[in-house]
């Protein structure tokens, strides 16, 4: 697998859209609330949250619904240009916010008939969403950072320019960005799990739980891996401090994979509680 493949093909397939943060702002920010939606999933239903320029922030729920509201701002841009459709797929929830009039959505993400983004202002749309426990969630963006706390399902949360902070009491969780750093906790990983961290310009903080066992990857161009998890290494490659490392760590085949890959930041491997 080519270094850092996956977020760079990621970063080309997006770049385009980059453009809606043009321009220089000249006025104080201003915002509105632009949606909210309440309901229940059935077991087994994951909720998708597609986003183009803002952050998404997921906390968990207490009342056993999924609650999501949505908060457009702007200085220079005109609200009225972005939409956000809500809709049921196959039972999953899929929330998107559009910035032209001509993009579509599915659970792959955001698209455009020409693949063209045309700048359409400032205006950003910032997603809060609270999860009830055991409902899995996939969450992209492209200028904003995603944070996740203390949900108990699987998480895929995917950005280009922001940082990510994950934790799930359950799991598993893959996380991805270009510009910002990867901080994730999970308590649980399938011995069939292959997860992967990348990122370009940012560190990477991988807290796993204590009774994993897997294979661990670790790669870095401009940093060190440090690990305090007890690996065994494999081959010549590997050690505290270095810039890659191959591994295991507990018992069994370990056919769980741990991959975690940056250009410029340290890697820090740490056990859960």
Known sequence: MPFLSRPVRFAI?????????????????????AFSWSGTLADGRRVYIKDVNGSITVTRSRNGRVEVSAEKRWRRGDPSDVRIEQRSIDGDLLICALWQADAACDRGGIRTPKG??????????????????????????????????DVTAAVTAESVNGSIAARSTGGPVRASTV?????????????????????????????????VSATVECRTVNGQVVTDLPLTLIGAVGGTGRRQVRGTVGPGAHTALLRAETVNGRIHLRPGT
């Open 179 to 211: 510009n910002g750093s990867i901080a994730v906790a999970m308590g649980q990983v399938g011995p069939a799990d292959t997860l992967e961290y990348h990122t370009v310009n940012g560190s990477i903080t991988l807290t796993v739980p204590p009774q």
């Open 13 to 33: 397939q997006i770049s385009a859209a980059l453009s809606l943060m043009a321009g220089t702002p000249l006025a104080a920010q201003q915002h509105e609330a």
């Open 116 to 149: 063209r983004w045309r700048d359409r202002g400032d205006v950003s749309v910032h997603f809060t969403v609270r999860l009830p426990d055991g409902i899995p969630i996939d969450l992209h963006t492209v200028n904003g950072g995603i944070e996740v706390n």
